[in-house]
T-cell receptor, first 115, second 114 residues
């Protein structure tokens, strides 16, 4: 199957700083990538849809200025958590698909801890 | 938008018994329904999926059924084993031309007791 790599797997940052998370499709071109957030013992919540070469589409209630998404190439999307606060601590996970209605391939996830 | 409800939130069974997890969805145009198994701190792992033109699909001990009229689908695990213990999520893919977009259910924590 297709491989999606997410980096870093864990990151600890201080309040007020920004953190960038990378999501790469290693063996296929991902026209669309998705970013999810998962709190402990909860479900995956879709944050935004990242389309190569265009602006991301954010789900209702997700602050686009706080969660900056860039999808500059067909193999890389980045999520930057700006001015991080302890409540931003969560498990962030990306997925990628190549074309319509195909299986979504997930990255390993990033455990973000803001102290 | 699409909304997915999943029940039960926790499920405990004896090894060898069957486990059933149920989900309902709201958008009748959704056309792809995967099930994922997630172990603590790891990525979701696809275990089975079904498309809206099929009513049932089976893969060894795992089966999924889909009732489009009622807008619900279920996961059936037979002959459960301790290694089946994990959190299971259902999901629905809304038809908005963005393949791979998934709306997840709340999850079911399955515990298989030896």
């Amino acid at each position: 199957g297709a491989v999606v790599s997410q980096h870093p797997s864990r990151v600890i940052c201080k309040s007020g700083t920004s953190v960038k998370i990378e999501c790469r499709s290693l063996d296929f071109q991902a026209t669309t990538m998705f970013w999810y957030r998962q709190f402990p013992k909860q479900s995956l919540m879709l944050m935004a849809t990242s389309n190569e070469g265009s602006k991301a589409t954010y789900e209702q209630g997700v602050e686009k200025d706080k969660f900056l998404i860039n999808h500059a190439s067909l193999t890389l999307s980045t999520l930057t958590v700006t001015s991080a606060h302890p409540e931003d601590s969560s498990f962030y996970i990306c997925s990628a698909s190549g074309h319509r209605n195909t299986e979504a391939f997930f990255g390993q996830g990033t455990r973000l801890t803001v102290v | 938008g699409e909304n997915v409800e999943q029940h039960p939130s926790t499920l405990s069974v004896q090894e060898g018994d069957s486990a059933v997890i149920k989900c309902t969805y709201s958008d009748s145009a959704s056309n792809y329904f995967p099930w994922y198994k997630q172990e603590l701190g790891k990525r979701p792992q696809l275990i089975i999926d079904i498309r809206s033109n099929v009513g049932e699909k089976k893969d060894q001990r795992i089966a999924v059924t889909l009732n489009k009229t009622a807008k619900h689908f279920s996961l059936h695990i037979t002959e459960t084993q301790p290694e089946d213990s994990a959190v299971y999520f259902c999901a629905a893919s809304p038809p908005d031309n963005q393949g791979g977009k998934l709306i997840f259910g709340q999850g079911t924590e399955l515990s298989v007791k030896p």
